[in-house]
């Protein structure tokens, strides 16, 4: 089953951002959505865009450090569509701030969110690809996942474990199922909002404002991947400004 129309695609993290801009284009195209996020009334105005526009879209509120809500989100699929073509796991947090901050708490949370939120979503639709026999994981990880800088250490670190889950499920993943990972650089998004160091936010935010690029440069990197042949798996790919260093 090649090309976007008629597949079925779940997307956590959907409510703004690279999800939001990813659901959009790819409803635009012809597939059919199941959207997840934790702002409930974000994804229900984001729904009605989609089918006001004549798209298809369904919506439960999904929180990607709950395997519940993860089996939820891939069952909700299951039951309006019969089947799960893609799952998009985009749902990601980025509490930046130097390690001397000792924010452990944050710390857990970017471990809870980037790294426990991915392998709930491979934990929950896994079993649905195998039983298809068919299925694509397309993951959203970081160019930190590349390059490690001050302040960063530890979200570069699930970054970093992302691209290793990732590359992991690829090898295991066999013939039949695809597996993506998209690393996005500077990207025009609330990002920096996360971060409760107030030299950092400013920092995050003076480069973003200067040569960030807008989520839909991630959107159509996801939708390539997507709509590409059975039997062709785009692996990596990595989107960033042409001025981000």
């Known amino acids: 089953m090649s090309g976007i129309e008629g597949k079925v695609v779940a997307i956590t993290g959907a409510s703004s951002g690279i999800g939001e801009a990813t659901a959009l284009l790819l409803a635009e195209r012809g597939a059919r959505l199941v959207l997840g996020a934790r702002r409930s009334e974000r994804l229900a ?10 798209g298809v879209a369904v919506q439960i509120r999904t929180d990607v450090t709950r395997r519940e809500d993860l089996k939820a989100l891939v069952a909700l699929a299951v039951e309006r569509f019969g089947r799960l073509d893609v799952l998009v796991g985009n749902a990601g947090v980025g509490t930046i701030s130097p390690l001397d901050d000792l924010r452990v708490e944050e710390w857990d949370h970017m471990v809870d969110v980037n790294v426990k939120g991915v392998l709930h979503g491979i934990g929950a639709a896994l079993p649905v690809f195998r039983a298809q026999g068919s299925g694509h994981f397309v993951t959203t990880a970081s160019t930190a996942a590349f390059r490690i800088v001050p302040a960063m250490a530890v979200y570069a670190g699930t970054k970093f474990a992302v691209r290793a ?20 650089g500077a990207i025009s998004t609330d ?3 996360a971060s409760t160091n107030s030299r950092v936010r400013a920092e995050i935010t003076a480069m973003r404002d200067r ?12 939708a390539f991947a997507i709509e590409q042949p059975a039997d062709v798996d785009v692996n990596e790919v990595v989107v960033r400004p042409t001025a981000q260093g």
């Open 191 to 193: 990002f920096a909002e």
């Open 45 to 54: 105005e984001l729904v009605g865009r989609i089918t006001a526009a004549g």
């Open 211 to 222: 040569l960030a690029i807008p989520p839909d440069a991630i959107a159509r990197a996801i």
């Open 165 to 184: 889950i990732c590359e992991g499920l690829r090898q295991e993943a066999g013939e039949a199922l695809r597996v993506t990972t998209v690393s996005p």
